[in-house]
């Protein structure tokens, strides 16, 4: 079992950027397939990013390619959202998710593990 700990929400203007972390515990976090995903008001829960368990696999949504950029330190225990050229559309709960027994990625939305999530609200 692993837990997650978002950090590194906030307040940005349009064109700006963010730096999501999640710290995990646990022995066994290399070996979690791990992805970012967020919740915007009145939508459902997207997929936005996701890294295979060694990190040498990655994958992004549409709305994420070429601005965002998932990576993570196996030795820290910690998976990062890099998010640059951030639009008012961004903004949302991201949450960080953890799935064992995968090789590569996952991309979808039902991940077994949650973190609590952190807010990202990006004014225009």
């Known amino acids: 079992q692993v837990q997650l700990v978002e950090s590194g929400g906030g307040l940005v203007q349009a064109g700006g950027s963010l730096r999501l972390s999640c710290a995990a515990s646990g022995r066994t976090f290399s070996s979690y397939a791990m992805g970012w995903l967020r919740q915007a008001p009145g939508k459902e829960r997207e997929f936005v990013a996701a890294?295979?368990?060694?990190?040498?696999?990655?994958y992004y949504s549409d709305s994420a390619k070429g601005r965002f950029t998932i990576s993570r330190d196996n030795a820290k225990n910690t998976v990062y959202l890099q998010m640059n050229s951030l639009k008012s559309e961004d903004t949302a709960v991201y949450y960080c998710?953890?799935?064992?027994?995968?090789?590569?990625?996952?991309?979808?939305?039902?991940?077994?593990?949650w973190g609590q999530g952190t807010q990202v609200t990006v004014s225009s």
């Open positions: 890294i295979s368990w060694s990190g040498s696999g990655t």
């Open positions: 998710a953890a799935k064992p027994k995968i090789i590569g990625v996952y991309v979808g939305v039902d991940y077994d593990y």
